[in-house]
């Protein structure tokens, strides 16, 4: 302010003066001291000149035919960044249009906008403004367009909404806007489109009153918290194009009325409860293109009108739909996009479906599709993806395929389909995806392979294929998985297959492959599973398979293996080891030479070692087998003897140490890993001078094993019976189902960031877990620790992926999903390098789903200040409780604090956090030991963390989403925009959105 009255001061003193010169005019000046309140860091209002006499050639403004006046300002997209000043902008008289979007505009909406009386357009969105919505909006008496997308708008929607007068727009999308979707938004009957999608609305149903705006083109009311039924009045809307109700828990049938509309473009119901039937006369839709009722309950038969409509995009599948496909549907000419798995349809597919589409994606898996593949379905060449898997379809597949260069993913597997594959198939060059698995395909794979650049998953498993492994196998660089166990491959693997640097899956089990293994396996450093068992391959193992680091399950029995066992197998953490049935002879590796590997070596009688039966039937000779006789019963006499002399003391120690000194004998050790070790090694250091940790349930100690290894034991004490004896029962049965959580969950999983579970050990009144050890402890003891400073910016944003990696596993790829329950920074353990791994499944729950239901709990589970909103008044378990837990920990990361602290007084860390955002800004809630030139990077996941801990479980994204939104980070140049979806402006929908459903 004081630099612009400098300013005008000087053009009076110039204006007096006889050099006197133009000055930049009344509105230009106003312009100028809005860019005044701006940070620029890309210079876009470098036009911006005071030298000026008007702003109308400046960057953004637009005047009116006499080139005096300002009418318009679009600063979209420039980086610009600070407060929103209608108090300034508004003095521009005849200003109608501001549109900012895509900006950092920030603090709150003044109700000093009503000052702008000739606004038309307001485009304020993609921005961070925060406070409740202005109630003095609808006074602006020509507006017309109001989009607010994309801020922080927080508190209900205000009842002055329905008062405007003019307005044709009213976008308030991904906000977080609260109170229920209001009936009086029905008073705005000049409202063409309503978009209040993705906002954390109380539960609440679609007001009737919305059938009175009978203006209405669009209504977008996406992930709303709607339940309740689709009222019948929304069939009033007869200039409706656009409906879309999709995440919400909508319920009932889908109302007749809707068949009225006419004008309907497209319908988006997916992901609700909806039930019943398609309503009778949906022919009525003559505009429709775009069909999606995915994921709802809807039963009966696919509709014969359907396919009279000029449908692009038919989306159904995950219902119960009965009956076969209408053959009519084959003749519609418009349509892309048809998925329809996980129903109940049977019948042929139309013979000519594609014929006359431009089909892209084509999805029928998990149905009961029978009769043969339409030759058809690329005649149009545009097809992009067909999966097929898990029906009854028979026959070969179509040659016409095999010259479809479009086709990114085909998936066939799972039916009844036979002949040769054509040899277009095996070169198709765009297919990452090429699926065959459990059908009667016979020949063998063709030279032409060597086309398909892009494979990356080739799976041909249980099939019938012949012949050699071509050569030109070895040209596909980016393949990841090359599984053809069960099938009847002979010759030797080509020397070529070491050129696979990205291999991590190479599976021939049950084949007849010969030969020897080929030199430079060391190349294949990302194989993670090399299974060829039952084969006929012979020669040497060769010790360089010991160099892959990576390599977890190793299985070449049942072959002909000659020579020693590779020293170097004891380089590599195998969870599977079997090298038995073969030829193989010598000395075992020492480290190899235990009895938890005694099954890996069965059936190779030239193998000798210190295990009991390996060596039976050797000739040794007898004069050998003499003088070890003789030498044991020297040895025998001395123990006795030294026995006698140590005997007292033994009683001595035992006597003094009653309650550490438990019957071995009365041990069960249950292992879940190949162990080298016994559980004589970990009994016997279980001392307090190994405790390293302690808590209600027991005692953490530190083994250190004769490897050298380090192991980490939890000793839990008293199990049910004990609890009894002393009349704790609810206590000894928490106790005891905490230990059986832990051995339940952790028994089974293999992933890299999740703990590992070596073994368990349980007498009577005791119970021990055994887990690899972590040398930098707990995430939460070493963040809140005077040696917190140690975790730079990069090491946290490390562990922070590493342990939502961990978390995704158990929710997406765990049949049935796994709920943590307990997720929190000292349940997050860090190895040497700062690997992180989630610990900790005491109270663990598998996911028991009934229709869209999920299980509620005795007890809460949980921690202070991670426990979700929702989890301690409903007690009901899903993955959004472990969702909102991880956004804490994310939020401990980016600002250093505890989850609970004196300082916040009654709020936790979630709640401090909104609350000093929105007083003092970011630069109050990041960790200051942080580097700053980290700051963007440490935003973009402090949001992340924001999105997690939402108060609505439906706000918060999935695992899987948050896995991709992390990794995103590290690369992301740019802030993430919003898309079209099917003509539509969505914030939440991304082109790299991944495929609906498990079985796609």
């Not at 895509?102 to 403004?129: K, P």
Request: proline share 5%.
């Amino acid at each position: 302010m004081r630099m612009l009255r400098l300013f005008l001061f000087l053009c009076i003193l110039f204006s007096m003066s006889p050099l006197s010169v133009m000055c930049l005019n009344q509105e230009g000046l106003y312009l100028y001291q809005f860019k005044l309140t701006l940070d620029d860091p890309d210079s876009r209002l470098s036009s911006w000149n005071s030298r000026d006499t008007t702003p109308c050639n400046w960057f953004g403004v637009t005047c009116d035919p006499t080139n005096t006046s300002v009418t318009n300002l679009d600063l979209s997209e420039t980086n610009i960044a600070g407060p929103f000043p209608p108090s300034i902008l508004c003095r521009l008289p005849n200003l109608t249009s501001i549109i900012l979007f895509n900006n950092s505009i920030n603090q709150t909406l003044s109700d000093h906008i009503t000052l702008c009386n000739n606004l038309v357009h307001l485009d304020l969105s993609q921005n961070l403004l925060t406070g409740p919505l202005p109630n003095t909006l609808p006074l602006l008496p020509n507006l017309k367009y109001l989009d607010l997308t994309g801020n922080n708008f927080s508190g209900p929607i205000p009842e002055s909404f329905g008062t405007f007068k003019k307005l044709e727009v009213m976008s308030l999308v991904s906000n977080l806007l609260e109170g229920t979707v209001p009936a009086y938004l029905g008073n705005v009957t000049t409202l063409k489109m309503l978009n209040l999608s993705y906002n954390p609305f109380f539960p609440g149903r679609i007001p009737p009153e919305l059938g009175n705006l009978t203006n209405l083109e669009v209504l977008w009311l996406t992930q709303c918290n709607l339940v309740g039924v689709i009222p019948d009045s929304l069939g009033n809307l007869k200039k409706l194009k656009d409906l879309d109700l999709a995440l919400n828990d909508l319920y009932g049938s889908i109302p007749s009325s809707l068949t009225e509309l006419t004008s309907l473009e497209q319908i988006e119901l997916y992901n609700n409860s909806l039930s019943g039937e398609l309503p009778r006369g949906m022919g009525n839709l003559t505009a429709l293109r775009l069909l999606d009722a995915s994921m709802n309950h809807l039963t009966g038969k696919i509709p014969e009108e359907l396919c009279s409509l000029p449908l692009e995009s038919l989306n159904l599948y995950e219902n119960r739909f009965e009956g076969e496909l209408p053959a009519s549907i084959a003749n519609s000419p418009n349509l892309y996009e048809l998925r329809l798995f996980g129903n109940r349809l049977t019948g042929k597919l139309p013979a000519n479906l594609g014929k006359h589409s431009p089909l892209r994606w084509l999805d029928v898996s998990s149905n009961q599709f029978w009769g043969r593949i339409p030759a058809t379905l690329c005649d149009l060449g545009v097809m992009e993806e067909i999966l097929m898997i898990y029906n009854l379809f028979d026959g070969d597949i179509p040659a016409s395929l095999g010259t479809c260069q479009s086709l990114t993913r085909v998936r066939l597997g799972y039916n009844r389909l036979t002949g040769e594959v054509p040899a277009g198939i095996w070169g198709l060059p765009h297919v990452y995806l090429l699926e065959l698995a459990e059908n009667s395909f016979s020949g063998s794979i063709a030279k032409t392979i060597a086309g398909a650049g892009n494979l990356s998953l080739l799976i041909l498993s249980k099939n019938n294929f012949t012949g050699t492994i071509p050569d030109e196998v070895g040209w596909l660089e980016n393949l990841v998985e090359f599984s053809g166990s069960d099938n009847m491959f002979s010759g030797s693997l080509p020397d070529s297959i070491v050129n696979l640097g990205q291999l991590g899956i190479l599976d021939f089990h049950n084949n007849r492959l010969s030969g020897e293994l080929p030199k430079g396996i060391r190349s294949l450093k990302k194989l993670n599973d090399l299974n060829l068992a039952n084969n006929e391959i012979g020669g040497k193992i060769p010790d360089e398979i010991g160099s892959l680091s990576v390599l977890n399950f190793l299985d070449l029995s049942r072959n002909q293996f000659t020579g020693k066992v590779p020293r170097g197998l004891q380089n590599l953490k195998l969870n599977q080891l079997n090298l038995s049935y073969n030829r193989l002879s010598g000395e075992l590796p020492p480290l190899l030479a235990k009895d938890v590997y005694k099954s890996s070596f069965l059936g190779n009688p030239g193998l000798c070692g210190d295990l009991k039966g390996l060596c039976d039937g050797r000739g040794e000779e007898k004069s050998a087998g003499y003088v070890w006789l003789f030498r044991a019963i020297f040895i025998v006499a001395t123990l006795v003897f030294l026995g006698g002399v140590v005997g007292f003391y033994f009683k001595y120690k035992n006597f003094k140490d009653a309650k550490r000194a438990i019957d071995k004998s009365k041990w069960t050790l249950m292992s879940f890993h190949k162990l080298g070790f016994g559980e004589d090694e970990i009994l016997n250091c279980l001392d307090e001078d190994n405790v390293i940790g302690s808590g209600s349930s027991g005692k953490v100690y530190k083994v250190v094993l004769s490897s050298g290894e380090a192991v980490a034991v939890k000793k839990i004490w008293g199990g049910v019976r004990k609890e009894i004896e002393s009349g704790d029962v609810e206590k000894g049965r928490v106790q005891d189902n905490a230990f059986d959580a832990e051995v339940g969950t952790l028994g089974k999983i293999r992933h890299k960031n999740i703990v590992k579970l070596w073994c368990c050990c349980t007498t009577r009144d005791c119970q021990l877990l055994v887990y690899e050890y972590m040398p930098n402890g707990s995430l939460g003891d070493l963040l809140h620790s005077s040696k917190g400073g140690l975790l730079d910016w990069p090491t946290r944003y490390k562990i922070a992926i590493d342990a939502a990696e961990g978390l995704s596993y158990l929710h997406h790829d765990c049949v049935p999903p796994i709920v943590h329950r307990d997720v929190k920074s000292n349940n997050i353990l860090l190895d040497g390098d700062f690997g992180a791994r989630v610990a900790d499944f005491g109270v663990a729950k598998v996911v028991e789903t009934t229709g869209k239901g999920t299980k509620s709990m005795s007890i809460i589970a949980g921690s202070c200040g991670y426990i979700a909103p929702e989890y301690a008044y409903t007690l009901r378990v899903n993955e959004k409780s472990d969702i909102y837990s991880f956004g804490v920990v994310i939020l401990e990361l980016v600002t250093g604090r505890r989850p609970v602290d004196p300082e916040f007084g009654e709020k936790d860390l979630v709640k401090w956090v909104c609350t000093t955002l929105d007083q003092k800004g970011v630069d109050h809630v990041l960790d200051s030991r942080l580097d700053s030139c980290f700051k963007e990077e440490i935003c973009k996941v402090f949001n992340i963390g924001l999105l997690c801990t939402s108060p609505l479980p439906i706000n918060r994204p999935s695992m899987r989403r948050v896995v991709k939104m992390l990794q995103e980070v590290g690369t992301e140049k740019n802030q993430t925009k919003p898309v079209k979806k099917d003509g539509k402006l969505s914030p939440y929908y991304y082109e790299d959105a991944s495929d609906h459903g498990s079985v796609a």
